[in-house]
T-cell receptor, first 119, second 116 residues
């Protein structure tokens, strides 16, 4: 079974630009969550999507947004990039309760991440 | 507020010796606890979890963790360390309510270095 796929793996942007990152979850997983990882702040939760609806949101400004499509693939967007947005952005997928035959065991499965550098 | 603490930024052990990476948590109610490992320029890999049941949980690559409710700790252990275990280890917690399914609170991470 293929794992979580994130694209692009690396990208460089300049301040003021915007960026879109993509995440394809494990087949059958309907929940996708996003995390930002930086050396100073560690791993911080951005948001979670399930059935095309945002279910949880972390403490990030409105420049950070996301969406989920009917095939469970997700994208996150950061507008008006700042130097501090340089980070590794990790996507994770999980099964959710209510799926027939799938017990919600709780762990998240992470992708390799998208490393964003803002110059 | 929910929190996870990993009191050691770095742990150094010699190959073949036992290793312990410490984690304490503070959450309301009974938590779900997880350990993840991250190799350089890679995503996080799931090692093990505690949901309920036995306090000693066995996971991948020979790792295990001991849940201690009275001390609110979930330390990661391995009887005999390998050089290939060198990586960044994260402890994480999630509350039980299912609507918090994707939200994990991570510790700051502990860099494990295993020397030959």
């Amino acid at each position: 079974k293929a794992g979580v796929t994130q694209t692009p793996r690396y990208l460089i942007k300049t301040r003021g630009q915007q960026v879109t990152l993509s995440c394809s979850p494990i087949s059958g997983h309907r929940s996708v969550s996003w995390y930002q990882q930086t050396p100073g702040q560690g791993l911080q939760f951005l948001f979670e999507y399930f059935s095309e609806t945002q279910r949880n949101k972390g403490n990030f400004p409105g420049r950070f947004s996301g969406r989920q499509f009917s095939n469970s693939r997700s994208e996150m967007n950061v507008s008006t990039l700042e130097l501090g947005d340089s980070a590794l952005y990790l996507c994770a997928s999980s099964a959710r309760p209510g799926l027939a035959g799938v017990r919600h065991t709780g762990e998240l499965f992470f992708g390799e991440g998208s490393r964003l550098t803002v110059l | 507020a929910q929190s996870v603490a990993q009191p050691e930024d770095q742990v150094n052990v010699a190959e073949g010796n036992p290793l312990t990476v410490k984690c304490t948590y503070s959450v309301s109610g009974n938590p779900y606890l997880f350990w993840y490992v991250q190799y350089p320029n890679r995503g996080l890999q799931f090692l093990l979890k505690y949901i309920t049941g036995d306090n000693l949980v066995k996971g991948s690559y020979g790792f295990e963790a001991e849940f201690n409710k009275s001390q609110t700790s979930f330390h990661l252990k391995k009887p005999s360390a390998l050089v290939s275990d060198s990586a960044l280890y994260f402890c994480a917690v999630r509350e039980r309510p299912n609507n918090q399914g994707g939200k994990l609170i991570f510790g700051q991470g502990t860099e494990l270095s295993v020397k030959p």
